[in-house]
């Protein structure tokens, strides 16, 4: 099968949260698979092309269009893990994909409209039909449109377009005349049935487009899918998405269990396997590790457990509970290291406040800025890792700690929902158990599942080693979600049928 994803990010060449690391994990899982596997992003100024083998430019001459004008453009090739990675370069005068950034612009949403008819115009020129076109988030989710009202009728042949949608949060909403400029009527498509906002009706949501064009659309966990046809978490598409329902899958994310293996991390003091079967060698080694971190970071031990927390300082991630979780941590003797990236301004002097008032406490240490290294060092250091999300659409944290014997301790939401099973569930069979959970977001919830964590971790050590077993014994690689896309690939072209527009 020809696959070919079309993203904002591909880990590591462009990323900037989970979103970079799943299409990267989906697609060399595809290729291991047999599959012919091909991603296009923008060829943005942060990428470093030493990353990809056999680097050169494939396609100097690729006009594209913008407001009744021709634009230059290029395209670069190579190759990473079987994946044939395509950037587009474009030739611009407002220098789309040279702000030092992936996102965050005020033009945003013109900068990933005009790499979406560039992407066309590229794959109209290339002259090979994919079998699957699976776009991912707002970013790209306009391809959908483009190829079905304009590639489509130039002689563009493909099997389908399938849509996943990462974060529901963001949507592309923009101005009619936003599509206009790209080669697309921006009124016409103002109709409930194509792409006019739910809540702003003088508007155009993109990833709308992307769910009413696709042949099928995913999310990447099954309780997310039912969360988000609910008007709480949908941020308004709860009924777009319920209309097209029989078009929707929840298909659980993995993680790449090559990158993430404590036996060959180079960032790990300490390496060790992950067998459960050799768990007290494990629970050696990450002592090891800890003892190391602790000297390195100036920290000094501590009666209760050292408890980690790495994650991006956004409202989604709950920075409140991750202030309450620290302060009832070093209360009760434990030790917390929190790795925190891109504060969201609602929350920075909050955390300024928190390195202030913690600044020389033995038992806290707090980093606000992503330390790609620092963060393999807490995954086989620390004993727990915190995750307090207000809504995960799937997350990777807490599966990387379990292939790293750290427990996790989350909020029961999404992806956290389907992955952390907590010890005391009796729901759950004794050997599924991995975790701990709790509920409600405030602070007796973060105290009340802290207070067990703690207790257990002091009390019941056996107790500690079955969950750190079992989280080890959890399989959350790629190779089972990737084979449901390839069912999900074969539904969706036998589905795919000449599209009549809306």
């Known amino acids: 099968m020809y696959i070919l994803h079309v993203a904002s990010e591909f880990a590591p060449l462009a990323k900037v949260g989970g979103l970079g690391d799943v299409v990267h994990g989906l697609a060399k899982e595809q290729a291991l698979l047999g599959h012919q596997v091909e991603v296009i992003l923008p060829k943005y100024d942060i990428i470093e092309p030493k990353n990809l083998k056999n680097f050169s430019l494939s396609m100097p001459d690729l006009w594209s269009f913008e407001d009744s004008s021709r634009f230059h453009n290029a395209v670069w090739s190579g190759f990473m893990d079987q994946i044939k990675v395509h950037l587009i370069e474009p030739h611009h005068n407002s220098y789309y994909f040279n702000r030092g950034k992936i996102y965050g612009t005020p033009d945003d949403v013109e900068r990933f409209l005009y790499f979406c008819r560039t992407a066309c115009e590229f794959l109209h020129l290339k002259k090979e039909k994919p079998d699957i076109i699976h776009l991912h988030d707002w970013p790209t989710a306009s391809l959908a449109p483009i190829i ?62 992307g769910i009413v ?47 993430w293996d404590p036996s060959k991390d180079p960032s790990v003091h300490s390496p060790y396997g992950t067998n459960p079967t050799f768990i007290e060698n494990i629970r050696k080694s990450k002592q090891i590790n800890k ?150 977001p405030d602070q007796p919830s973060v105290e009340k599942v802290l207070k067990r964590v703690i207790t257990c971790y002091q009390n019941d050590k056996n107790r500690w080693k079955q969950l750190m077993q079992n989280a080890l014994s959890t399989n959350h690689s790629w190779k089972k979600s990737a084979l449901v896309y390839e069912l999900l690939y074969k539904e969706s072209i036998k589905k795919a049928f000449p599209f009549k527009a809306a």
């Open 148 to 209: 079905k009202h304009i590639y489509r009728d130039l002689g563009f042949s493909y099997g389908s377009i399938v849509l996943t949608i990462h974060n529901i949060e963001h949507q592309g909403i923009c101005q009619p005349a936003n599509l206009s400029r790209i080669g697309l009527r921006g009124e016409d498509f103002r109709t409930e049935e194509r792409l006019q906002d739910p809540k702003y009706p003088n508007m155009l949501n993109l990833l709308k487009g």
């Open 291 to 440: 003892e190391a971190l602790f000297l390195k970071l100036g920290m000094k031990p501590s009666k209760g457990p050292l408890i980690a927390c790495i994650t991006r300082l956004a409202k989604q991630k709950g920075p409140k509970l991750i202030l309450e979780a620290i302060d009832y941590t070093l209360k009760q003797n434990g030790s917390f290291i929190l790795l925190g990236s891109s504060i969201d301004p609602e929350f920075e002097i909050d955390f300024q406040n928190l390195e202030r008032l913690y600044k020389n406490h033995p038992h806290f240490h707090a980093k606000l800025s992503f330390d790609e290294e620092l963060s393999h060092s807490l995954f086989a250091s620390a004993d727990a890792i915190f995750i307090p999300s207000l809504f995960e659409p799937c997350g990777l944290t807490q599966m990387i700690g379990m292939r790293y014997a750290t427990l996790p301790i989350v909020r029961k939401t999404g992806g956290l929902a389907d992955t952390v099973f907590d010890l005391e569930d009796s729901k759950i069979p004794l050997t599924l158990r991995n975790g701990f959970t709790f509920e409600n």
């Open 213 to 259: 064009y696709s042949d099928l659309f995913t999310t990447v966990s099954p309780t997310y899918a039912k969360e988000i046809m609910t008007p709480p978490s949908s941020f308004g598409l709860d009924q777009v998405i319920k209309k097209f329902e029989l078009n929707f899958r929840g298909i659980l994310n993995g993680i790449d269990l090559e990158t």
